[in-house]
């Protein structure tokens, strides 16, 4: 069965910087499109970033140029890699397999930016 687990998230003041991670399971992984998505507090599901074997890797406006994303096939495992942390970034974190709207995904893991 599929499973995705997320981790990395925590407490962070704004400018800092996390690393998440997520561990794949269940499925071959190398075959798959794996997205990042967050879902603020009382907000919808906002697409992140998306890493495509074929196409490499896309970011939404609101993140570009301070989050990199990344897998690894050989461990089954993606990351994302942020920098200059804003308020605005607090949200829950998850990775998906497959689309980024309907595709399966983890628990999260809660990121808080805050002073």
């Known amino acids: 069965q599929v499973q995705l687990v997320e981790s990395g998230g925590g407490l962070v003041q704004p400018g800092g910087s996390l690393r998440l991670s997520c561990e794949g399971s269940g499925f071959t992984f190398h075959l798959y499109t794996m997205n990042w998505v967050r879902q603020a507090p009382g907000k919808e599901i906002e697409w992140v970033a998306t890493m495509n074997r074929s196409f490499g890797t896309s970011y939404a406006e609101p993140v570009k140029g301070r989050f990199t994303a990344g897998r690894n096939d050989r461990t089954s495992t993606a990351f994302l890699q942020m920098n200059s942390l804003r308020p605005e970034d607090t949200a829950v974190y998850y990775c998906?397999?497959?689309?980024?709207?309907?595709?399966?995904r983890g628990q999260g893991t809660l990121v808080t930016v805050s002073s």
């Open positions: 998906v397999k497959g689309a980024w709207k309907t595709g399966d």
